[in-house]
């Protein structure tokens, strides 16, 4: 079922691409740059992960109370609950960069699990950076990857589309830091299921 409110730019229909390409677009769709910290790119040491399409996607609205990289702090308005068919999930910042419409950080692991029906946990084992300067494929900059250790925690009533706060932690190989509190306008989720597939993960948006 895909909600009414879904707007028409996130066009994901078109041949498959990876789901970081296709979150990417849809974060673009989303977000203008307002007042914030310009970046500089974040040097990364590691190869990317195996390819993965994404089934189900999920925009949420609100603000970063707290949300700092690498010890500098910046502003956002969306964040995204990203899930690939292969298991891999995404919590995708949009940063409020006045410089970069591209600027979109993700906190990226596998294994998620629900604790009860207000609540999402996922270990996180990679940070995907995104930005103007990264090089493209097919048009849409292809981020870069860092392991790292870390947790997101999601909570709200899923099942209702209603997401209270999402905060997430994480440290990579070269000890960079990065931190989310995103706490929700109340608006309700909107998701979008891009294509079936068999459930890796637990699912907290069933």
Same mark, same amino acid.
Not at 43 to 67: E, Q, R, W
Not at 90 to 110: C, I, K, L, Q, R
Not at 172 to 194: C, H, M, Q
């Given at each position: 079922?895909?909600? &009414?409110?879904?707007?028409?730019?996130?066009?994901?229909?078109?041949? $498959?691409?990876?789901?970081?390409?296709?979150?990417?677009?849809?974060?673009?769709?989303?977000?203008? $740059?307002?007042f914030?910290?310009?970046?500089?790119p974040?040097?990364?040491?590691? $190869?990317?992960? $195996?390819?993965?399409? =994404?089934?189900?996607?999920?925009?949420?609205?609100?603000?970063?109370?707290?949300?700092?990289?690498?010890?500098?702090?910046?502003?956002?308005?969306?964040?995204?609950?990203?899930?690939?068919?292969?298991?891999?999930?995404?919590?995708?910042?949009?940063?409020?960069?006045?410089?970069d419409? &591209?600027?979109?950080?993700?906190?990226?692991?596998?294994?998620?699990?629900r604790?009860?029906?207000?609540?999402?946990?996922?270990? =996180?084992?990679?940070?995907?950076?995104?930005?103007?300067?990264?090089?493209?494929?097919?048009?849409?900059?292809?981020?870069?990857?860092?392991?790292?250790?870390?947790l997101?925690?999601?909570?709200?009533?899923?099942?209702?589309?209603?997401?209270?706060?999402?905060?997430? &932690?994480?440290?990579?190989?070269?000890?960079?830091?990065?931190?989310?509190?995103?706490?929700?306008?109340?608006?309700?989720?909107?998701?979008?299921? =891009?294509?079936?597939?068999?459930?890796?993960?637990?699912?907290?948006?069933?």
């Amino acid at each position: 079922m895909v909600p &009414s409110h879904v707007s028409p730019p996130m066009r994901l229909c078109r041949p $498959p691409l990876a789901a970081t390409f296709a979150l990417t677009a849809a974060l673009a769709a989303w977000v203008s $740059p307002c007042f914030a910290e310009s970046s500089a790119p974040i040097p990364v040491n590691n $190869p990317p992960a $195996p390819n993965a399409y =994404i089934d189900l996607l999920a925009l949420m609205s609100g603000h970063c109370k707290t949300f700092k990289v690498a010890g500098r702090t910046f502003a956002c308005k969306t964040v995204a609950y990203a899930h690939g068919d292969k298991g891999r999930v995404n919590f995708a910042v949009a940063v409020d960069d006045p410089t970069d419409d &591209s600027h979109v950080v993700s906190f990226s692991g596998e294994n998620g699990k629900r604790a009860d029906d207000n609540s999402y946990e996922l270990p =996180i084992d990679r940070m995907l950076l995104n930005s103007k300067d990264r090089p493209r494929v097919d048009g849409l900059p292809v981020p870069a990857e860092q392991t790292s250790t870390g947790l997101c925690r999601q909570t709200g009533n899923f099942a209702a589309r209603k997401v209270k706060d999402v905060t997430c &932690s994480a440290t990579d190989s070269e000890g960079r830091a990065y931190e989310l509190l995103f706490v929700s306008d109340g608006t309700p989720v909107s998701v979008r299921r =891009i294509r079936q597939s068999a459930p890796s993960i637990q699912d907290p948006f069933k």
